[in-house]
Every structure is written in structure tokens, then in C-alpha cells.
């Protein structure tokens, strides 16, 4: 089971950009899907954005298009979440996941949570 940890979080003021990575070990990335979802205090995780396999579909939740961007780089087996136009509602855990055997941007959106491999998270906080 490949494991993933998040890093890049941190304190940044509203409008300020942000990239957080996703790296992976103990297996590859490479042809499965992945994402990224975020967890506010006292809500309920939410899905942020997925890409599939080869990078070249991806797909967002309404309240980030146009500000954020999901990539990633096989080579690197990392997935990376670029956050542009930072608000104060921005602010959350978020959490990279990857689908177990699904290539589609479908594996990441679709999936029960239980079905997907889970990172521990990294912390995003936006200051007004």
C-alpha cells in the first residue's frame, strides 16, 4: 500500500499563493488516480480536486476552479496542489489521496473515503 505525506502547509495571508506536495512511498504513484480534500474545524471533509493518471484530466470542486491547480510529477511520484488567490474559507487541513487501482479522475471523486489510501494532512491557515 503506497503511503503519502503531505507537506507545504503553513500561515499565509488572504491573496498569498501556496504549493503543497504529496509524495509517495512504498509503491508508485504512477498509474493511479489522485486527489486532494480539505477539513475545516468542526466540518466535514470536503473534496478539493482530483487528477488522474497521466495528468492530462483533472477536476475540481466550484469554490477553487480558477484558483487552484492539481498536477503531478510521475517522475517525482508526487502529486502537488498550487493555490492561488488564498482566502480565509481556504483554511483547513488538507489531505492527499490516491485511488488503490483507478486511473480516473472518477476513482478519486466516486470513491467511498474508506477506499482510498490517506496521508496524514498538512495544515493551511488564511489570515483576512
Known amino acids: 500500500q503506497v503511503q503519502l505525506v503531505e507537506s507545504g502547509g503553513q500561515l499565509v495571508q488572504a491573496g498569498d499563493s501556496l504549493r503543497l506536495s504529496c509524495a509517495a512511498s512504498?509503491?508508485?504513484?504512477?498509474?493511479?488516480?489522485a486527489g486532494w480534500f480539505r477539513q475545516a474545524p468542526g466540518q466535514e471533509r470536503e473534496f478539493v480536486a482530483a487528477?488522474?493518471?497521466?495528468?492530462?484530466?483533472?477536476y475540481y470542486t466550484d469554490s477553487v476552479k480558477g484558483r487552484f491547480t492539481i498536477s503531478r510529477d510521475n517522475a517525482k511520484n508526487t502529486v502537488y496542489l498550487t493555490m492561488d488567490s488564498l482566502k480565509p474559507e481556504d483554511t483547513a487541513t488538507y489531505y492527499c489521496?490516491?485511488?488503490?487501482?483507478?486511473?480516473?479522475?472518477?476513482?478519486?471523486?466516486?470513491?467511498?473515503?474508506?477506499?482510498?489510501?490517506w496521508g496524514q494532512g498538512t495544515q493551511v491557515t488564511v489570515s483576512s
Open positions: 489521496a490516491a485511488s488503490p487501482t483507478g486511473d480516473s479522475v472518477g476513482s478519486i471523486v466516486q470513491a467511498p473515503p474508506t477506499n482510498l489510501n
Open positions: 487528477i488522474n493518471w497521466s495528468g492530462h484530466s483533472t
Open positions: 512504498g509503491g508508485t504513484l504512477r498509474f493511479i488516480a
